[in-house]
């Protein structure tokens, strides 16, 4: 049969051509879509039209968002989210992400009263001098990547940083607020910013008696439940696309095994749900996965960890297809710029880890029994201890390592003679430490402002019996 031709007249491109202008508009002005709304909140317009706030909905320049005896979140299209406390008057004055960090992104918000907690995402991180929040008193810039801005009654504005650095300006001056201090811009223009004692305050628990709010409706990325309290900053927003990263990883299947970091810091390409997808290093090499992502976890805008199993390229490697039973191990963040120097062992406590697997693919899974990190920043000194469980046995294995001069990495390893490393009975013959012992090793980093956070990953070695030995690997993820 031969093809019909099809020919559109001049109306029809020109209809064509218009619809596509405001379809393309359309998609630009969408900033972000509201994640939850609990209680009373709305939506003013930039052409003053007012209507209920609800979840999905969508949010560009020119909206005002208005809290009253409610709370709402936003997610933004670059990874950023903004959760507005009670009685808050919140507005997108101009917002520009397409898709990419490129120099023309811009995020200006307004903050008329009321207070917010906000995470930034690409926008606040590759370009910091276009990200601010203007109150009636000052401008909030940022050097880092969230905390909480209230407006006081006289009209002071009052900020605290949970990470990296905010910066505060008035028309009588500018100063820098750290990490877990607070600073206040007085309500007389003539008087400087300064630092503050004070803390914003956080609003009381909503009621969770009132029959409109469904906890089942509000999830966090993963698909967990989450309820909505004064102290859930509730649905964490994924990790977001770009460099800047550091990776650490550890893996074993027949074919492979390793345990390392990446080279340099990486430009990282993460899922929408925030799973490491892929990383390039600084010697452009890709490393990339597409099979099923096992589990994992994430602390919002500073780290994420999981384990893949499937097809993997892996470079300078036979690119490896890890079974279930086995996986590659992952811990990626923001290193920490500027890393403390205080002279002391300062404990971190276990808050996520991967199930640890063998390398031959004939022992199931298991999982993190147990796990610490202890540090002394001002002797560069770290000790791990981590004891990966399967069924009835387990290792236990305590390794000294340094962190690299200058960085905020670390590194060690240990052996029976020289550290601890042993295994309960009842281990399969090929994993038993024996009486040749065990060997272990980690890599790691410290992720978040004031190294808030670490991630380590480490493999646990028994000694050669006959053929290639198998590995044991995982991560650990730990904080202050």
């Not at 698909?223 to 800047?244: K, R």
């Not at 890393?339 to 300062?346: D, E, F, L, N």
């Not at 042993?422 to 024996?434: D, F, I, K, R, V």
């Amino acid at each position: 049969m031969k093809p019909t031709s099809f020919r559109l007249s001049s109306r029809g491109a020109m209809l064509a051509m218009i619809s596509a202008a405001f379809a393309s508009h359309a998609l630009a002005n969408t900033a972000g879509r509201v994640d939850f709304v609990f209680g009373e909140a709305s939506l003013r317009s930039s052409g003053g039209q007012e209507r209920p706030l609800a979840r999905g909905t969508e949010v560009g320049d020119g909206d005002t968002l208005i809290t009253r005896n409610g709370r709402a979140q936003i997610r933004f299209t670059d990874g950023a989210f903004v959760s507005l406390q009670p009685n808050t008057e919140f507005g997108v004055r101009e917002y520009r992400y397409e898709g990419k960090a490129d120099g023309k992104e811009r995020g200006i918000f307004s903050l008329v009263r009321g207070a917010m907690r906000t995470v930034t995402g690409a926008i606040g991180r590759f370009n910091r001098s276009a990200y601010q929040v203007r109150t009636p008193t000052a401008t909030v810039g940022i050097r880092g990547t969230g905390g909480l801005i209230e407006i006081l009654p006289d009209l002071a504005t009052l900020i605290r940083g949970s990470s990296g650095i905010w910066i505060l300006t008035n028309p009588a001056g500018q100063i820098d607020v750290p990490a877990g201090t607070s600073g206040i811009a007085p309500p007389d223009p003539k008087e400087p910013p300064k630092p503050s004692g004070q803390e914003p305050s956080a609003p009381p628990p909503p009621p969770t008696s009132d029959p409109t709010f469904r906890q089942s409706d509000e999830t966090t990325a993963s698909g967990e439940a989450c309820v909505v309290t004064a102290t859930c900053d509730s649905l964490a927003a994924p990790m977001v696309s770009g460099p800047g990263y550091h990776v650490s990883f550890a893996y074993g299947s027949p074919n492979a095994s390793s345990v390392g970091s990446s080279f340099g810091l990486v430009n990282a390409t993460f899922n929408g749900t925030g799973q490491l997808t892929a990383w390039t290093d600084d010697t452009g090499a890709t490393t990339s996965f597409s099979g099923p992502h096992m589990e994992g976890g994430s602390v919002t805008g500073v780290m994420a960890w999981g384990r893949w199993i499937g097809p993997a390229i892996i470079p300078s490697r036979v690119s490896p297809s890890f079974g279930s039973s086995e996986g590659f191990h992952y811990v990626v963040g923001l290193p920490t710029a500027t890393m403390p120097t205080t002279v002391g062992s300062i404990p971190f406590t276990l808050i996520g880890a991967t199930n640890p697997t063998g390398s031959d693919g004939t022992i199931a899974p298991g999982t993190l029994g147990s796990g610490s990190l202890s540090v002394d920043f001002g002797r560069s000194s770290v000790t791990l201890s981590v004891s990966p469980s399967f069924g009835s046995w387990a290792y236990n294995a305590t390794i000294a390592g340094n962190i690299g001069t200058g960085t905020s990495t670390m590194g060690g390893s240990a052996s029976s003679g020289t550290g601890l490393v042993t295994s309960t009975s009842g281990a399969p013959a090929n994993y038993g430490c024996g009486a040749c012992g065990c060997s272990a090793s980690f890599n790691g980093a410290f992720f978040g402002a004031g190294a808030s956070h670490a991630g380590v990953a480490y493999q646990i070695n028994p000694p050669v019996v006959t053929g290639p030995p198998p590995t044991v690997s995982g991560v650990a993820v730990f904080k202050q």
